[in-house]
């Protein structure tokens, strides 16, 4: 069981005091950052500052990570500096406790009378009952230590960790909310709180405010915060957030291997390759069976068009111990991509086969396929960003290698869609991030591919009209060929999809993505055109009305599907806003008016 860190904080809730202000190491070791942790507690001990405190945590960062023997040594060093130091003494018992529980109880109790008005100590040896299964000695030791101090935010936090231990993020959340309500200068429950979402890839925006709580108390809280606010930015998809903040709290002689794969991440998702691939390669010194660091490398490989290498990398990381991971269909796919690209049919038909295959198992569909069926069943399932991503791309030029009908036809149509889409977007991102230049030319350039990727998507959808998939290409196409939706060049489009959504069967769990983006654009649509209208006299209130009405319709449809929906949210109180001013503005000309009288 992951043991519960809460020992020393009493040095810590002095957080305001300026001369603790800039070290965090107990901080960092209560957040669960112990490689920092570590560095800090190692510097003290070299320069001879609190050397009993410095080999405590040290004792127990070597006891959390299993190197017992050397925890007790710290311990033993650390009660030799300084024998008042009680903490000390608590971890020494932890040994004695397992040997003898009857020795071991009493020496904790006897510790806990000298130190009575002491919560650290207090909730420290409450600690060591609880890794031992002493839950009643442990609640009244957690009862005496909220008696020694009404104000202690620690029993909280030690109760919110026993339930984050067992997956209780709500009931955790709630106990770590108690403990800033004891002392709202105390940052170890706000990133707490904020970790345990981020963990859970769950409410990231809460997260995020939390950490922001944090740092309004002090600034310097970064260096505690900036781990967790990165995670939480990577988590909504805001992977160039994400790369701002970890480029400020990387260090590459200090960090975790998670922060290196974190950060990793963000740069592969950002396609920034290079520098994604630069950082794997040394985090492979440190654990080279890393089993995500390999997977990246693996999608990397396949990105950079470095295709024999990858070959490699694949074989590797498909025979990399899993431990608690487990293959997804994109690893099998950009495998197959590569064994494409190195003209290995068979093997990539082999890959493409299992992704499908688990695809299928992960949707509990395991209908068998008809053969006219398959080959569409595996775009769709490989142009699904959650499953492959570019590797339709490849797989169009695979379904041309194998025959040449129509099935193959429309599969290597789509992806040839699907490239043009992305080589129209990287282009403007290029110019965007690069304004030397020819912004002129670079959107041509761009329009050109979209008007080229436009007319093989009407192609297709001639030959077939109800393929959502091409459906939802011509209206992402169209809206980037009218980036401010200033002539609604995708509406028709955007509607034609949700016509055919719709006939589907279960298209609110099945199509549910497509659904959001359908509704997100005809709401932000018609919002424009209400905005529209208002400025205009000779409009009519009825057509801005009815243009009110579709807002409202749209939003609430995205609520339907995704409550906390921000954008839905956005709108709708937009338009409150705006009928609340109305009604003050009513109000303030009655009384006007009134008084005139």
Not at 321 to 344: E, M, Q
Not at 399 to 416: E, F, G, P, R, T
């Amino acid at each position: 069981m992951k043991k519960v860190k809460l020992l020393g904080a009493m040095m810590a809730m002095m957080i305001a005091s300026a001369s603790f202000a800039q070290d965090f190491g107990v901080e960092f070791f209560m957040t669960d950052q112990l490689d920092k942790a570590k560095d800090i507690f190692e510097t003290h001990l070299k320069n001879g500052n609190n050397v009993a405190e410095a080999n405590y945590y040290l004792g127990e960062i070597a006891y959390e990570q299993g190197n017992t023997e050397q925890a007790k040594t710290y311990y033993e060093a650390g009660l030799a500096a300084d024998p008042l130091y009680s903490l000390n003494k608590i971890g020494l018992a932890k040994f004695l406790i397992k040997s003898d529980v009857k020795l071991g109880t009493k020496e904790l109790k006897d510790i806990a009378k000298v130190e009575k008005k002491n919560p650290t100590a207090l909730v420290a040896i409450a600690q060591v009952y609880q890794e031992n299964g002493l839950k009643e000695d442990m609640e009244k030791t957690l009862s005496q230590a909220e008696k020694a101090d009404k104000k202690t935010p620690l029993v909280y936090i030690f109760r919110g960790n026993l339930l984050s231990e067992v997956g209780n993020v709500g009931g955790a959340a709630e106990q770590y909310e108690q403990a800033t309500f004891k002392n709202d200068q105390y940052v170890v429950p706000y990133v707490k709180i904020a970790d345990i979402y981020v963990a859970a890839n769950i409410n990231a925006q809460l997260a995020i405010e939390k950490l922001n709580a944090a740092l309004e108390i002090n600034a310097d809280y970064a260096a505690l915060t900036n781990r967790y606010m990165a995670r939480a930015y990577y988590n909504i998809g805001q992977y160039a957030k994400a790369i701002e903040i970890q480029a400020k709290s990387f260090d590459i002689n200090i960090s975790s291997v998670q922060d290196l794969t974190d950060y990793a991440a963000s740069l592969f998702f950002s396609e920034r390759y290079d520098e994604a691939a630069s950082l794997i390669d040394k985090g492979f010194q440190r654990e080279p069976n890393n089993f995500i660091l390999n997977r990246l490398r693996l999608y990397i490989a396949l990105e950079m068009s470095d295709f024999e290498n990858g070959l490699a990398i694949g074989e590797k990381f498909f025979t990399l111990p899993k431990g608690k991971n487990k293959y997804i269909p994109r690893d099998y796919a950009t495998y197959g991509s590569l064994f494409v690209s190195n003209k290995r049919i068979d093997k990539a038909k082999e890959q493409y086969d299992i992704a499908i295959k688990e695809s299928n198992a992960a949707e509990k569909n395991s209908e068998k396929l008809k053969d006219n069926e398959y080959d569409q069943l595996i775009f769709d399932k490989l142009n699904k960003e959650k499953y492959t991503g570019v590797a339709a791309d490849y797989y169009g030029e695979y379904m041309k290698v194998l025959s040449d009908n129509d099935a193959a036809s429309l599969v290597h149509s789509l992806a040839q869609v699907n490239y043009l889409y992305k080589a129209a977007n990287k282009a403007t991102n290029i110019e965007l991030q690069n304004p030397t230049l020819d912004s002129v030319q670079v959107a041509k350039q761009a329009a050109e591919r979209l008007i080229i990727a436009d007319s093989i998507c009407g192609g297709v959808i001639e030959k077939v009209p109800d393929n959502v998939t091409a459906l939802l290409w011509r209206a992402r196409i169209n809206t980037a060929l009218d980036p401010e939706t200033s002539t609604g060049q995708a509406k028709p489009y955007y509607e034609a999809l949700l016509t055919v959504v719709l006939t589907k069967d279960e298209a609110a769990v099945k199509y549910k993505r497509e659904l959001l983006e359908i509704y997100r654009y005809l709401s932000y649509y018609y919002y424009l055109q209400y905005e529209a209208k208002k400025e205009n006299t000779k409009s009519k209130e009825s057509d801005r009305l009815a243009d009110r009405e579709q807002i409202v319709n749209y939003c609430n449809k995205m609520i339907e599907l995704q409550p906390t929906n921000a954008i839905a949210t956005q709108l709708l109180q937009a338009l409150e806003a705006e009928e609340q001013a109305k009604i003050a503005a009513q109000k303030a000309a009655a009384k006007k008016a009134a008084k005139a009288k």
